[in-house]
């Protein structure tokens, strides 16, 4: 199993310009969610999905847009880029919205300009 | 709100050290305590808490959970340079929403 993976590994963008950051699970999963990851903050929840076709919004969702076509895949689509997105993105899933244990993938870094 | 606070936010000490390592919280229907190692990407899974009075034990990681006061501490003992890291404590609430503390930034000198 390759587990949790994101693509890209790192990014630069330029205000105003859009992207999404992917995220893919080979573990059958439920739950996917993701996160940004600041110093000295922690990690932030932006968006989960309990399961196919259903999203949620989390703690910070507010420039970022998900859906959820498939089990495996959960895209992150950030709409108008702006520098307080800069940030590193964690994708992490576990096998249900009740099993507390999440697998991370390694990481998207993201620059805005 | 739901919070959950580390302390201290870093630390530095020398290899064969022992370290401990806090987390207190403030969740409503608390559920479970978890701790992850977070070296150059991706968080690892190190321990979760249920049961308060439990040491769980994994080498020379050790992690209690006091549900009375609302907090839990990560020991490490003998601590080596592979131990430098970013150790991070998280409450889920509401399902499997994680809340994250800030983090605790650990540097083992050799």
């Known amino acids: 199993n390759a587990g949790v993976t994101q693509t890209p590994k790192f990014q630069v963008l330029k205000t105003g310009q859009s992207m999404t950051l992917q995220c893919a699970q080979d573990?059958?999963?439920?739950?996917m969610s993701w996160y940004r990851q600041d110093p000295g903050m922690g990690l932030r929840l932006i968006h989960y999905?309990?399961?196919?076709?259903?999203?949620d919004q989390g703690e910070v969702p507010n420039g970022y847009n998900v859906s959820r076509s498939t089990t495996e895949d959960f895209p992150l689509r950030l709409l108008s880029a702006a520098p307080s997105q800069t940030s590193v993105y964690f994708c992490?899933?576990?096998?249900?919205?009740?099993?507390?244990?999440?697998?991370f993938g390694p990481g998207t870094r993201l620059l805005v300009l | 709100e739901d919070k959950v606070v580390q302390s201290p936010l870093s630390l530095v000490v020398h290899e064969g050290d022992t370290v401990t390592l806090n987390c207190s919280y403030e969740?409503?229907?608390?559920?479970?305590l978890l701790w992850y190692k977070q070296e150059k990407k991706a968080p690892t899974f190190l321990f979760m808490l249920?049961?308060?009075?439990i040491e769980k034990k994994s080498g020379r990681l050790s992690s209690i959970l006091d549900k009375k006061e609302l907090f839990s501490i990560l020991n490490i003992t003998a601590t080596q340079t592979g131990d430098s890291a970013i150790y991070l404590c998280?409450?889920?609430?509401?399902?499997?929403?994680?809340?994250f503390g800030a983090g605790t930034i650990l540097r083992v000198k050799s």
């Open positions: 992490a899933s576990s096998y249900s919205s009740i099993q507390e244990t999440q697998y």
């Open positions: 573990m059958n999963h439920e739950y």
């Open positions: 999905s309990v399961g196919a076709g259903i999203t």
């Open positions: 969740v409503t229907n608390f559920r479970s």
């Open positions: 249920t049961s308060s009075g």
């Open positions: 998280a409450v889920p609430f509401y399902g499997n929403k994680l809340v």
